[in-house]
């Protein structure tokens, strides 16, 4: 039963919430394949791909590096923290339980807000770009509308019942498997045919430069496995399924990047790869298939949009119902943002909001294209991308506290127990916070080992101009969150979980 006042429903009342979960209005619907190809959806990103494929052979080298130094410690964690810990809105539950609800505010501010202004602002312009190239030319204005329509159709996707949703969810993790496998199986065939593009694998040789380039990216590339886990009471049955779906998702995701970025590199000139991106890469390979490759380049366009449009729409199922939790439970300005639609089961609100901030972030990338404004625009939305990167120096001891302090049943383990997971936190938390350092002021880790760095023309503005947008971007974000937590009005007292029938469940 769930009780409601004249001025919307009472997210307070443990009779219809527990921690900001309006319990009731969940229905069970993600199974273990679901799970996967929400992880193969929101995690292997095909922005990243291009990015890592511009460090060329050395850049091949240090991404299966991190990917078996980070991405496979970052599985086995979130494989057993997010199964021992089944609650809606995930890494909120785990800071909140750990370090209470202020820093459990900052934490899932830093998290979300990554999300809409990617959307916006990065996403949806590759998205534009493959379809007036690859799809249909469009004008300045038929160009503002493809983007708008993918962030709000990306919006729209993450609004729907999670029933449905999760169909199209899936659509777009096999559309993105399918543009990596043309990718690669095409790559093979065109060097088969015509040689590769004249590589130097002397230069894989890794060099402290070429890490430091990488890592960022890298890093930003390989997390998310926790994200199902904003959904976990979604789930039939998260504390079996969750360890295999992550375990699953973390082999695919490997293999979906490190291939597509052996295969740019093998067709596409050694001068030309820093300029390169998957649907270049595919342009280039699918010239084996003479007249026709027209028509499959359009085909390919389309899935790729797809791909984005449902990579977006991951994220924002994840994030949107971390923060409506965290609404929900006072820490985030309203519990109105909270509420969970009667009818979808979803964060509808805060799904909104999310459309709305995505907006603001797109009109000001269109408009701020030229000159000093679109450098510091730029600075502003590299440090706004990067608070995901960020939120994890907060996560991941809120984890670390748990494991040591909080006695819970653990159905799955990693291997060693409290030792392995200490370790592998603890490497995680290494690269996490060099990362963070890589993003917050670049250049130093370069002073520091003597490499040059030219701060000016990798930003467009002055170190002084840079940091003043960097640190303020990042006040700006825990300012907010801060007062969202003050206006949330959060009690201090423990809210007590009260019993559902399971029937309500349904």
């Keep these: 039963m769930t009780h409601e006042r004249s001025g919307g429903p009472d997210l307070s009342d443990p009779l219809d919430s527990v921690h900001g979960v309006q319990k009731s209005r969940l229905v069970k619907t993600l199974r273990r394949g679901d799970i996967v190809l929400f992880i193969v959806a929101a995690v292997i990103s095909a922005d990243s791909i291009a990015v890592l494929a511009a460090g060329g052979p050395e850049g091949l ?142 230069s894989a040789r890794p060099t402290a430069a070429g890490f430091l380039l990488i890592v960022p990216v890298a890093l930003f590339a390989f997390v998310g496995f926790e994200a199902p886990s904003a959904a976990s009471e979604e789930m039939h049955d998260a504390q079996k399924d969750t360890p295999v779906a992550i375990a699953r998702g973390a082999g695919i995701t490997l293999i979906a990047y490190l291939a597509p970025v052996l295969a740019i590199i093998l067709v596409t000139p050694a001068d030309r790869t820093a300029d390169s991106g998957v649907m270049q890469a595919i342009e280039e390979s699918y010239a084996v298939f003479g007249p026709a490759s027209g028509f499959l380049l359009t085909v390919t366009g389309l899935a790729f949009v797809y791909a984005l449009l449902t990579q977006g729409s991951a994220w924002m199922i994840a994030t949107d119902r971390m923060q409506a939790v965290a609404a929900g439970d006072g820490a985030f300005f309203t519990t109105r943002l909270g509420e969970f639609s009667r009818r979808l089961g979803t964060p509808v609100r805060m799904n909104l909001l999310s459309g709305c901030v995505g907006t603001v972030f797109l009109a000001a990338a269109t408009l701020l294209v030229h000159g000093t404004a679109a450098a510091v625009f730029g600075v502003v939305l590299t440090q706004a991308v990067s608070t995901l990167l960020i939120s994890y120096v907060v996560i991941l001891p809120a984890m670390m506290w748990l494991r040591h302090k909080h006695d819970v049943p653990r159905p799955y383990q990693v291997p060693g127990g409290l030792r392995g997971y200490t370790v592998l936190l603890t490497i995680m938390y290494a690269f996490v916070l060099l990362g963070s350092v890589a993003a917050i002021v670049p250049g130093v880790l370069e002073g520091w080992l003597g490499l040059d760095y030219d701060f000016l023309d990798e930003w467009g503005v002055s170190r002084g101009s840079f940091e003043v947008f960097t640190v303020g971007t990042l006040v700006v974000v825990i300012a907010a969150a801060l007062v969202g937590r003050v206006v949330g009005g959060a009690r201090d007292e423990p809210v007590v979980p009260v019993a559902e029938p399971e029937a309500s469940r349904r």
């Excluded at 900052?106 to 493959?130: D, K």
């Excluded at 199986?185 to 015509?194: E, G, P, R, S």
Aim: glycine fraction near 8%; aromatic fraction near 16%; charge should be positive.
């Design 61 to 202: 080298v240090w991404s299966a590096f991190i990917g078996i130094a980070f991405l496979v410690p970052s599985a086995f964690v979130f494989a057993e923290t997010s199964s021992s810990y089944p609650e809606e809105g995930g890494p909120y539950q785990w800071v909140r339980r750990a370090f209470g609800r202020t820093w459990a505010s900052i934490a899932v501010m830093l998290y979300w807000i990554t999300n809409p202004i990617w959307l916006g602002g990065s996403l949806a312009f590759i998205a534009g770009s493959v379809w007036a190239e690859y799809v249909t030319p469009t004008t300045a204005l038929g160009d503002f509308v493809v983007k708008l329509a993918f962030v709000w159709v990306a919006i729209l996707l993450a609004i729907v019942s999670l029933k449905r949703g999760k169909l199209l969810i899936n659509a777009g993790a096999y559309a993105k498997l399918f543009v990596l496998l043309s990718l690669t199986v095409t790559a093979l065939v065109h060097v088969a045919q015509v040689g590769s593009a004249g590589i130097d694998w002397s």
